[in-house]
């Protein structure tokens, strides 16, 4: 199985400042035939079902914010929030879809400072 | 509204069995990879089982197989997971998911979510 390891596991951040998620992969998930990264990210508000907010490592699905970013490539991958707003409080997971089983990293949980 | 619905959750002791199900509406159901992924109390989320969109291929983490099936029935538009031989550590808030697609390429990535039902496994 890929295990996928997310840092840091909190993060506070001052609003309408920047927060960044690492999250690395013990195997490659770039598929080399078409040269596309097979990971995700979510958001999980408290209470909430997780939310899917980027795939193919930095694709925003429709409806998510711009200050929501994804970038990396292969085994290491971020997730950056630019201008933290009070609502992107939560937990942000990223999750690799390369092989099966799918699997999740642990969890970084983004607060206020 | 495209929406998935979880039910039959609730408490088991230990040994025991529950059957949980999913209701999907407003999508074309039989088209997509379908998995229920938990999430213990304050912990992360764990994928436990998917099913292709014919229900031909079925798919379990080592934590759950031998002791939990998925199935669906696409004619009703349902997934259900039946939970056999229930653990302590199977207590969770179990999460109805639906694959995501490009074109006609399907992937296990979840792009729907139900709001969850709770299993509470003790004695």
């Known amino acids: 199985d890929i295990v996928m390891t997310q840092s840091p596991d909190s993060l506070p951040v001052s609003l309408g400042e920047r927060a960044t998620i690492n999250c690395k992969s013990s195997?490659?998930?770039?598929?080399?035939?078409?040269?596309?990264?097979?990971l995700v990210w979510y958001q999980q508000k408290l209470g909430q079902p997780p939310k899917l907010l980027i795939s193919?490592?930095?694709t925003r699905e429709s409806g998510v914010p711009d200050r929501f970013s994804g970038s990396g490539s292969g085994t290491d991958f971020s997730l950056t929030i630019s201008n933290l707003q009070a609502e992107d409080v939560a937990v942000y997971y990223c999750?690799?879809?390369?092989?099966?089983?799918?699997?999740f990293g642990q969890g970084t949980k983004v607060e206020i400072k | 509204e495209v929406q998935l619905l979880e039910s039959g959750g609730g408490l088991a002791q230990p040994g025991g069995s529950l059957r949980l199900s999913c209701a999907a509406s407003?999508?074309?159901?039989?088209?997509?990879?379908m998995s229920w992924v938990r999430q213990a109390p304050g912990k992360g989320l764990e994928w436990i089982s998917g099913?292709?969109?014919?229900?031909?291929?079925?798919y379990y983490a080592d934590s759950v197989k031998g002791r939990f099936s998925i199935s669906r029935d696409n004619s009703k538009n349902s997934l259900d997971l039946q939970m056999n031989s229930l653990r302590v550590e199977d207590t969770a808030v179990y999460y109805c998911a639906k694959g995501g697609a490009v074109a006609d390429t399907v992937y296990w990535y979840f792009d729907l979510w139900g709001p969850g039902t709770a299993v509470t496994v003790s004695s």
């Open positions: 407003e999508f074309t159901f039989g088209r997509y990879v």
């Open positions: 099913i292709s969109g014919s229900g031909s291929g079925r």
């Open positions: 999750q690799q879809y390369y092989s099966t089983p799918p699997t």
């Open positions: 195997q490659s998930v770039l598929y080399s035939s078409n040269n596309k990264n097979y």
């Open positions: 193919w490592a930095s």
